[in-house]
């Protein structure tokens, strides 16, 4: 079901708004079975039933509109809600192995399923998680994974931007940003191993942040004390970035109607990638898996260019 809105005012102002509710039923996926049935231990079905729930909205328009200088500005963002609805054979929750993640009917496909981390006890330098019923144990145990209510798929994203356009010259800024969406940050995993990696480049946070005696009041434990998969590496990549960034100026008309060549000519100067705010440690916030593992960035790029219509 979708239902959409267009406005628009002064003819100068637009604003779109479509609401949705989708249900997607019969999904492809591999469902476990015995090995004595083909020797798989899996099989491909088409089980389970998925909604989908929000809103996008864009809004764009000239905040300034005169003959020769104009001043837009535009902006969207969407949100989403995901719902597992149902599995298969009448299965409520299906653990991903080596993923962190967990299918479970109620909750968003891509939830993570971890221990949590509950910091470092001061007095001795232990490293502390809190049980299922939410008390502190030292002991990291499988039974005591929950559903985080962190997913590695935002809920939120959008973008905005603006254009300052006088005669022929522009200049052009587009932004875009996500918000709440969890990746497990597996180079911080590697790095501020404790010992269990130590052949590789360990973070410097070792050295500095790490419990050395009583009182330390820190994340990470005392040395020999190793790392595991719990929600400590879990990071939020919310992020706001400046993806483009454009100064251009085209050839008027009149200049071009006496070459009697040209129709249109436009030259440019392009910047992509240029800045980003995040908290996240890794090296890009907008990293494709749920699991970060030293992905490239997204390069910086500047482009010099020249249009032209015949």
């Not at 968003?108 to 509950?118: C, G, H, I, K, S």
């Not at 330098?125 to 997913?151: C, H, N, P, Q, S």
């Not at 990696?197 to 820190?218: A, E, F, V």
Request: hydrophobic content about 35%; glycine content about 8%; proline content about 3%.
């Amino acid at each position: 079901t979708n239902l959409a809105l267009h406005l628009g005012f002064w003819n100068r102002v637009n604003l779109d708004v479509e609401l949705y509710n989708k249900k997607t039923t019969d999904m492809l996926m591999n469902v476990p079975q015995s090995y004595a049935v083909n020797g798989s231990g899996s099989r491909w079905d088409n089980i389970g039933a998925m909604m989908n729930r929000g809103v996008e909205v864009a809004v764009d328009g000239d905040v300034v509109r005169t003959k020769d200088f104009t001043w837009n500005m535009s902006a969207n963002f969407s949100y989403n809600k995901n719902k597992l609805l149902e599995l298969y054979n009448g299965v409520e929750e299906y653990v991903n192995s080596t993923t962190g993640l967990k299918y479970m009917v109620g909750h968003p496909v891509t939830e993570f399923f971890l221990n949590r981390y509950a910091g470092v006890n001061p007095a001795n330098g232990d490293a502390l998680w809190y049980t299922a019923d939410g008390e502190i144990t030292t002991e990291f145990r499988e039974e005591d994974k929950v559903m985080t209510g962190k997913a590695y798929e935002s809920p939120w994203a959008g973008g905005f931007g603006t254009t300052l356009m006088w005669k022929g010259l522009s200049l052009s800024a587009q932004f875009s940003w996500m918000a709440k969406r969890y990746v497990m940050n597996n180079d911080r995993f590697f790095e501020e191993s404790n010992g269990i990696y130590s052949t590789y480049n360990q973070s410097k946070r070792l050295l500095y942040d790490r419990w050395k005696k009583p009182g330390d009041i820190t994340d990470i434990p005392r040395y020999d004390v190793v790392a595991k998969l719990d929600d400590r590496f879990l990071e939020n990549t919310s992020f706001l970035r400046l993806k483009n960034l454009t100064l251009a100026y085209s050839l008027p008309q009149s200049l071009l109607r006496k070459a009697n060549f040209f129709s249109a000519a436009r030259v440019y100067l392009q910047g992509q990638n240029l800045l980003t705010w995040t908290g996240f440690t890794g090296l890009d916030p907008e990293v494709a898996s749920n699991i970060y593992r030293a992905q490239y960035p997204a390069s910086r790029q500047f482009t010099l260019g020249v249009e032209v219509s015949f």
